[in-house]
């Protein structure tokens, strides 16, 4: 059965391999559309970027709406340190033609929430959680009707990236993020902790450019560009592929594995803002509200994405 999802993402070049992964799996997974959101870069990027990934992919069919252009309640902080000023440097892509789909992504989540059936419908925020708060601050009946939240954001025992303490999509806009663990939706998360196990290295990236399509190609360059800074900063073989954790998870369920636990959203202290306390030791005695992976098999992920991404 075809699983419906909304992808919510902030692309950056992860966020484009996690859409290319959808688009290359419709007899599993059927996009309903992509919302945009601001997150690695500012908005007009974001929203250009989503679709020229969807041209990269031939799928013009899939609408592509403009989001949030900041967070719920602070500045925004962009990552171009990570992916480049464009958010997709690297490969060199034609501009998109595909115009964006009219209308408020917030919007188009909540439409679509209500039109389709109650609980068929997977939505997958890969960049800051603010498009999703919006819709569910001003529609609180979607809640009832999601199936599942399955989102790329925290870390507990990887702690931050974007700062000691904080992964970038949860620290851009905490306060977004508290409203969707405190939604009482059904909630997978892939924090750093799984996401630092899938590794671009050097063969499974020959892997992508030998596919032999401009798909390929593109996807090898965009690894290139941005494993450049995490090479670097963690001195690993190179850069995970957080994104993509998400839209494989969906495929192949039996590769992840996490716990159900209480997680919790610093929104107070500007030491640890944006942290997910993560209860994994069960010591709270709080509610469980997500299951929080730890780890994958990082060559069934690989496998898995260089299968699908030669049919494109
Ligand atoms: C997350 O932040 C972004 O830079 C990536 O696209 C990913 O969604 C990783 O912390
Ligand atoms: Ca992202």
Redesign the pocket.
């Known amino acids: 059965m075809t699983r419906k999802i909304i992808i919510d993402t902030?692309p950056?070049q992860?966020?484009a391999v996690a859409i290319l992964l959808a688009l290359a799996s419709p007899d599993d997974i059927d996009v309903l559309g992509i919302t945009a959101v601001a997150?690695?870069v500012p908005l007009p990027l974001t929203s250009k970027n989503a679709r020229i990934v969807c041209e990269l992919a031939g799928r013009t069919d899939v609408p592509v709406y403009a989001g949030c252009d900041a967070p719920l309640s602070r500045k925004l902080v962009t990552?171009e340190h990570?992916?480049g000023k464009t958010g997709l440097d690297g490969p060199v892509l034609p501009d998109p033609t595909m115009p964006l789909a009219p209308g408020h992504a917030v919007d188009f989540i909540i439409d679509t929430l209500r039109n389709q059936d109650p609980g068929s419908v997977t939505l997958c925020p890969?960049?800051p959680l603010t498009n999703i708060a919006r819709a569910l601050q001003q529609a609180p009946d979607i809640a009832g009707r999601v199936q599942e939240i399955v989102l790329?954001?925290g870390a507990y025992f990887e702690v931050g990236?974007?700062t000691p303490a904080a992964?970038?999509?949860i620290y851009v806009d905490p306060e977004a993020a508290e409203i969707v663990f405190k939604s009482g939706i059904k909630l997978t998360v892939m924090p750093?902790d799984v996401?630092h196990r899938a590794l671009v290295t050097p063969h499974r990236n020959d892997a992508f450019r030998a596919l032999g399509h401009g798909v390929g190609h593109a996807v090898a360059e965009m690894t290139d560009f941005f494993e450049r800074f995490d090479k670097e900063k963690y001195g690993s073989e190179g850069a995970p592929l957080?994104?993509p954790c998400v839209i494989a998870y969906l495929l192949r369920p039996d590769i992840f594995h996490g716990r159900f636990i209480n997680v919790e959203i610093e929104t107070g202290s500007d030491l640890t803002l944006g942290m997910t306390v993560a209860d994994w030791w069960r010591v709270s005695g709080r509610t469980p509200n997500a299951t929080f992976m730890n780890d994958v098999d990082a060559d069934a992920f690989f496998d898995l994405l260089t299968e699908r991404l030669a049919r494109l």
């Open positions: 902030d950056g992860d966020d997150g690695n990552a990570v992916h890969l960049g790329m954001g990236n974007i992964e970038f999509n750093l996401t957080h994104d």
